[in-house]
């Protein structure tokens, strides 16, 4: 954690919470070299809670309603987020393992974003070379496997054996565009070795192997208007072969529509289970260690971190600004957004839409009005998809199918580059750059995938600034 990045100068806003949808009255850029000093509704992305940072910060900087009480919550939780926790009982960073895939959300998540992905088998790119992605297993019957769980922690505690190592191996295909461009696509290939107890042979294990997401507007996620992503869910599109759908699942004892995650398996922003099952730091909410019950390792070992800390985790994440749409002027930008329109990207990757009234709540019941009421670009429609067997993971969750993935939201993609030094894209980081991600849609995408492949070198290249701009 960097302290300069909370002195960068606060916008002046004087009317914060608009009760309206019309938020783009009075927000003022803080570039004093711009020429006009009023954002352009097109540039924010996500109303009051857009900042205008275009640094290796853009996904890390908070809104500018946090202050005061917020802003000491804030700065906790980004403490707690990003500095490594430590095997000992120590009561500030204590409590890491006995099993865990990285030492902090930020070794996954660095700068708030999508750490470049790669095994702890290849030299990791988490930081203390951790991987950054998270392997789920489970039997072909959909159990868990007994002594394992849910998640592969290549990682332990001194005197306990990792539950495995996780290897891959990517295969290259050539391929043309209609024009006859060349480009190529890389397919990974998982397998698991050094198993802590008795081999499992592969066959027995279903895997889904995932790069972690961009913390670019979870709380915006979190406030969304539920009601629009029903309206949305009833829109189907035939002619194209594109119908969305809600991951209805259940969390807390309670039905409630999935969100989060790259299969919206999750209806919080999985702060508690974070911490417990990447990290191995239990809490109120999962207070067994994640290798309970492993006869390698004796017990639990109670609490390790408090209630509060884990709500101003919560805070921190839900706050973090939105970074501004760049470009936004520019003649190839602005042929790029009909392009993605021409192509039907739009119909998943939706532009506007909306937060509810009341914004969002926190795990302690901390109401946020301020993430309520916003027009909001996520470029996202947060719903289910089937994106066709070559993307396809056969690891159903809840609703969704091995074939289907929740709409990645596109908001701050263009400055992944800039935050996280790569483009990797897609749920197993297999895309290189965006070309490749629009290559790699199937299923419900094939219709983009096929105008978009049919287009002229110009107007892909306008589609693709497009997509950088956002
Ligand atoms: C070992 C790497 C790793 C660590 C450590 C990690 N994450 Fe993640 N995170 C991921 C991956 C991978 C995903 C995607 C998971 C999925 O779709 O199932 C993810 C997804 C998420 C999401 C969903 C984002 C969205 O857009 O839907 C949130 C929120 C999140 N992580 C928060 C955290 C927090 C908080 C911590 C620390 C307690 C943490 N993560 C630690 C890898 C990690
Ligand atoms: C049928 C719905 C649908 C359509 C149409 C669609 N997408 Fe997607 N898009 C998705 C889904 C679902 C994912 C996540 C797939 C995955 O991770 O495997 C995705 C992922 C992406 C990603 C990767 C994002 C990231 O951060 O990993 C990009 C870029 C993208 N789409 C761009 C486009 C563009 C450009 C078009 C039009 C040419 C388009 N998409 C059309 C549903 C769609």
């Known amino acids: 954690m960097l302290l300069h990045k909370y002195l960068c100068p606060l916008l002046l806003f004087t ?7 019309d938020t783009s009255k009075d927000i003022y850029k803080p570039d004093i070299n711009s020429t006009t000093k009023i954002a352009s ?3 924010l992305s996500a109303g009051i809670s857009t900042i205008f940072t275009a640094t290796s910060y853009a996904y890390d900087s908070p809104s500018d309603w946090v202050t005061g009480k917020l802003q000491d919550r ?4 980004d403490g707690l987020y990003d500095d ?3 095997a000992d009982d120590n009561p500030k960073t204590g409590g890491k393992g006995p099993l865990f895939c990285g030492s902090s959300c930020g070794s996954c998540h660095n700068n708030s974003g999508r750490t ?5 088998t290849d030299g990791g790119t988490g930081k203390g070379n951790f991987s950054s992605f998270l392997t789920f297993i489970r039997t072909p019957n959909d159990q868990y496997h007994r002594n394992y769980g849910r998640v592969l922690h290549d990682h332990a505690i001194y005197g306990v054996k990792p539950e495995g190592k996780v290897h891959v191996k990517y295969t290259e295909k050539q391929y043309q565009l209609d024009d006859g461009t060349p480009y190529s696509l890389i397919t990974p290939h998982y397998w698991i070795t050094d198993f802590y107890m008795e081999d499992i042979d592969m066959s027995q294990i279903e895997m889904s192997v995932r790069t972690p997401l961009r913390h670019v507007g979870m709380g915006q996620m979190m406030a969304i208007d539920r009601e ?3 309206e949305l869910e009833k829109r189907q599109y035939p002619e194209y072969g594109i119908s969305g759908e809600i991951n209805w699942i259940v969390e807390r004892g309670q039905r409630q529509i999935g969100l989060s995650g790259h299969k919206a398996q999750h209806a919080d922003l999985t702060v508690e289970l974070g911490f417990l099952s990447d990290i191995g730091v239990t809490n109120h909410r999962y207070p067994f260690e994640i290798s309970h019950g492993q006869p390698q390792v004796k017990g639990d070992y109670g609490i390790q971190i408090s209630s509060e800390d884990m709500a101003d985790v919560d805070l921190y994440m839900h706050s973090l600004g939105v970074p501004a749409r760049r470009n936004i002027n520019s003649e190839l930008v602005k042929r790029g957004e009909k392009m993605f329109e021409k192509a039907k990207c739009h119909l998943c990757h939706v532009p506007t839409l909306h937060t509810q009234p009341e914004g969002a709540t926190l795990i302690d019941g901390t109401r946020l009005p301020w993430l309520g009421g916003q027009t909001i670009h996520p470029y996202s429609d947060y719903l289910l998809h089937d994106m066709g067997p070559e993307l396809g993971d056969d690891f159903s969750q809840f609703n969704a199918s091995g074939d ?3 709409t990645t939201p596109l908001w701050g993609i ?7 030094n790569h483009t990797d894209l897609l749920h197993d980081g297999r895309a290189r750059n965006v070309l490749e991600a629009i290559m790699w849609h199937g299923g419900e995408g094939d219709v983009s995938r096929k105008i978009f492949a049919k287009m002229n070198a110009d107007d892909r290249q306008a589609l693709i600034a497009f997509v950088e701009s956002l």
Do not use: D, M
Request: contains cysteine.
């Open 74 to 77: 804030f700065i906790n939780g």
């Open 15 to 21: 009317a914060l919470i608009s009760c309206n949808r």
């Open 228 to 230: 629009e992503l029903k």
């Open 116 to 120: 470049k992905s790669s095994l702890f």
């Open 84 to 86: 490594p926790r430590t």
């Open 414 to 420: 263009g400055l992944q580059k800039i935050v996280n």
């Open 404 to 406: 289907e993935w929740r």
């Open 41 to 43: 509704p097109r540039e």
